[in-house]
């Protein structure tokens, strides 16, 4: 409905929301890097477009300072914006409009499949939100990957064949995502970013990252090519030095709606198709993107702002600081800690079995812990970083997105990864000298919350196998969990 003669579009680059959580370098220079491009490309096309850049001398660093500013100025009979990811936003943008002699229309985001008054109308008299039966729904919904009413291959998951692991060879070569060189637009960013910013996290050396839809456009393409069949089989798989592996680093360009999801859904469906990826992968990806992203942001909105309070599990401590600077002799930390410094990036596995395993069983709050995410992933927006982690691996929602806590051993990073190798610690060891932090900690975490979890059924095995510790090993443990408690939370950053 846009018209060129009379409306105009408003873009800023906000101080407030660059430092209300130091950010990753990287994910500033890649908003604003985009931003500006889309500017550009709006301009154009001959729109009106005013764009305030974070170092123009009038800006009033706020969204609601801003849009004041600017409704003082051009005198609009109507604000339209679309749905925000972050529910402070929206709340910053309904305070400014308030005081303000016009209207504001809040659209919705067409960058998702589902809306939010769609995910409304499924969670209505559910008392459970379960992803598969969302998830299935979706399929049928939006026609994919069907066979009439039957799911493609007579399944709906095929989870058993996406197990695999590396074994001692590690993986083989595996093409890295396509790399795009900043142009001017995004070196002047990256200046930008790194003269107002020098202590935020991260480095900027290497940015490669799309910054344009036909860059994004381009990511899917090699994505699909290079990547896609084998993503599947190895998506829980995590080696030391790749920190890509087979997956598609396309979350940040879906997140920043520098490409739509349908084409994303629509391209892998087709190599498909096309007999270029095999059924299990295929699967494997529309399941992330059509039903895990569609029903994380549901749950968003339908649980805000209460769902950023939660804290089932009372987890009080803070984020350790080593988590910014890999500072740790734990190996698989400290590897996934520099990949995060140097791309703003882990994939899934990395941050729900490493980083998001070991942040549950110290115990850290669930809060900090998405504070600490979005303050250093290029693709961490609050709607789909709260519920992830808050949620899905802090178990700080009590089971709204998970059915029970994702806690494990050392040893099951030892499985997935050759992290263990070359680390100080022994993943079997929990109590001695080189007991593994993590094996400790699981062990502790079951024991303090005993009480919490022991009716959840799916839990039982792991607190029979706590039962047959003796009471002089359960009581080492807790003494040593102590003592990893207050060595690891000494010093904080946040
Ligand atoms: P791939 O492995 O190639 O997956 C394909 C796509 O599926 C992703 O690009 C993403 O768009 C989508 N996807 C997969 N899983 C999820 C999920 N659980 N929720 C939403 N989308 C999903 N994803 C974000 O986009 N932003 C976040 O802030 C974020 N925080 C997370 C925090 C934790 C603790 C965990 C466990 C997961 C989080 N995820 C988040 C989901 C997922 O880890 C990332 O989307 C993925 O690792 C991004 O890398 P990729 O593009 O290479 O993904
Ligand atoms: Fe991590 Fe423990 Fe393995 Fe070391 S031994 S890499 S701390 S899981």
């Not at 589902?114 to 939006?142: G, W």
């Not at 030391?240 to 391209?267: E, G, Q």
């Not at 140097?342 to 812990?369: E, N, S």
Request: hydrophobic content about 35%.
């Amino acid at each position: 409905g846009f018209d060129t003669a009379e409306d105009a579009v408003l873009m800023m680059e906000v101080e407030e929301e660059a430092t209300y959580i130091p950010q990753h370098k990287i994910r500033l220079a890649f908003f604003f890097s985009a931003m500006r491009h889309f500017a550009g490309d709006l301009k154009d096309r001959g729109y009106t477009v005013y764009y305030v850049k974070l170092d123009d001398p009038n800006h009033r660093g706020s969204f609601e300072a801003e849009i004041t500013r600017w409704a003082h100025k051009t005198r609009p009979q109507r604000l339209i914006c679309v749905r925000p990811g972050d529910f402070r936003v929206l709340e910053s943008v309904q305070a400014a409009v308030k005081s303000l002699n016009c209207e504001l229309v809040v659209k919705t985001d067409r960058h998702f499949m589902s809306t939010v008054a769609d995910f409304e109308a499924f969670a209505e008299n559910r008392k459970s939100l379960l992803l598969e039966t969302f998830y299935r729904k979706m399929r049928r919904d939006h026609d994919i990957l069907m066979k009439g009413t039957d799911p493609e291959g007579g399944k709906w998951n095929f989870d058993k064949d996406n197990r695999g692991g590396f074994g001692k060879k590690g993986p083989p070569k595996i093409k890295p995502p396509r790399s795009f060189q900043p142009d001017r637009t995004t070196r002047d960013v990256i200046k930008l970013i790194k003269r107002e910013f020098p202590d935020s996290p991260g480095r900027l050396d290497d940015f490669d990252y799309p910054a344009t839809h036909e860059q994004a456009l381009e990511a899917l393409r090699d994505f699909v090519k290079y990547r896609l069949a084998h993503f599947g089989t190895y998506q829980d798989a995590m080696a030391a030095d790749h920190p890509y592996l087979y997956h598609s680093r396309l979350s940040c360009v879906l997140n920043l709606h520098l490409l739509d999801p349908r084409k994303v859904i629509d391209k892998t469906v087709q190599a498909y198709r096309n007999k270029n990826a095999p059924l299990n992968s295929v699967e494997g990806f529309v399941r992330q993107v059509l039903g895990w992203r569609e029903f994380v942001r549901g749950v968003y909105w339908a649980r805000m702002p209460e769902y950023a309070e939660m804290n089932a599990l009372q987890a009080d401590l803070p984020m350790p600081s080593f988590m910014w600077t890999a500072e740790t002799p734990m190996n698989c930390i400290q590897i996934c800690i520099r990949q995060l410094i140097d791309h703003a990036y882990a994939h899934h596995i990395q941050r729900l079995m490493v980083m998001g395993l070991f942040a549950l069983i110290l115990g850290v709050r669930p809060y900090d812990v998405h504070r600490w995410h979005l303050s250093m992933y290029v693709d961490a927006v609050d709607w789909v970083s709260l519920p992830n982690v808050l949620g899905m691996s802090q178990y700080g929602d009590g089971g709204i997105i998970g059915t029970k806590p994702y806690c494990a051993t050392g040893s099951y990073v030892n499985r997935m990864s050759d992290y263990c190798a070359d680390c100080s610690y022994n993943p079997k060891e929990s109590i001695g000298e080189n007991a593994c932090p993590f094996t400790t900690l699981y062990w502790d975490f079951l024991a303090r919350n005993h009480n919490r979890l022991k009716k959840n059924p799916r839990m039982g095995l792991q607190f029979r196998n706590l039962d047959r510790k003796s009471d002089t090993d359960r009581n080492k443990i807790r003494r040593k969990a102590d003592r990893l408690k207050s060595d690891f939370t000494r010093k904080t950053y946040l």
